[in-house]
């Protein structure tokens, strides 16, 4: 996750978690990708190109073979959408 501060037409870049945050179920409804599942596919070694949620994000039957092209390749538009906000203020 990465977080930007928006001020005055402007973005700063605020922290980068290498984590899952609470939001994630937004990226997961827009994509069709489920998250954790996709980084314990990962984290056992399997690339991305075999997972079947992101061959399916990239118009790829499920559990087909073949490469993708990440650098390349064109995403499947995301479906809809999902909008998570916290909004803090301080002293």
């Not at 290498?18 to 997961?28: D, G, K, S, W």
């Not at 949620?53 to 390349?72: K, M, V």
């Amino acid at each position: 996750t990465v977080e930007y501060l928006f001020c005055n037409d402007e973005f700063f870049f605020l922290e980068l978690n290498p984590r899952l945050q609470v939001e994630h179920p937004v990226t997961e409804m827009i994509t069709g990708v489920n998250l954790p599942a996709a980084q314990l596919n990962v984290a056992m070694g399997i690339p991305l190109q075999h997972i079947a949620d992101i061959r399916t994000l990239y118009g790829r039957e499920p559990y087909s073979s073949g490469d993708i092209d990440f650098d390349n390749e064109e995403q499947r538009p995301p479906q809809g959408h999902c909008i998570a906000a916290r909004i803090t203020a301080e002293n």
